[in-house]
């Protein structure tokens, strides 16, 4: 296979990724934006919005919209990976919250789909805020494959 069937493939892949976030409402709902995507792996940042916030205190963002942009990002994952699924589920997902998102940052999730079989895929993920100061939440998990 030449280099541009490689890309060409590869920019497939992304085009059905992004088209697979932009069709969940909540993502949008969130301001979910794809920043990188391709070969198993997605990177999706969400910006800070006063209507997010769970803890108005310290105006941090809820921990279910960080749930929701990690699960999101590794659902991308699995559907940019090479082995071409048609959709993805969340099996099961595992957050570690690691600390508070600093108020008024973006959040970026980056997933990466370590191993798929004929029907699982295999998942870890790290949410960070512009700060780099440590992860926000890290994750593992599992989605259907679905060929």
Not at 19 to 30: T, V, Y
Not at 59 to 66: P, S
Not at 103 to 108: H, L, S
Not at 121 to 138: Q, S
Request: proline share 5%; hydrophobic share 40%.
């Amino acid at each position: 296979m030449t280099v541009g069937a490689d890309d060409a493939k590869r920019e497939d892949r992304a085009r059905i990724a992004r088209q697979f976030i932009e069709a969940i409402p909540h993502a949008r709902a969130l301001g979910m934006h794809v920043e990188d995507i391709g070969d198993g792996k997605a990177t999706i940042s969400m910006p800070w919005a006063p209507h997010l916030v769970g803890d108005p205190r310290r105006n941090v963002v809820h921990g279910g919209v960080v749930s929701a942009l990690m699960d999101t990002s590794c659902g991308a994952a699995v559907m940019a990976h090479p082995e071409r699924p048609r959709s993805t589920a969340t099996i099961d997902l595992r957050i570690d919250y690691m600390r508070a998102a600093r108020a008024g940052q973006r959040i970026t999730a980056k997933a990466e789909c370590y191993h798929i079989t004929r029907s699982v895929a295999f998942l870890r993920a790290v949410a960070m805020d512009e700060d780099g100061d440590g992860p926000v939440a890290a994750a593992t998990g599992t989605f259907t494959v679905e060929r």
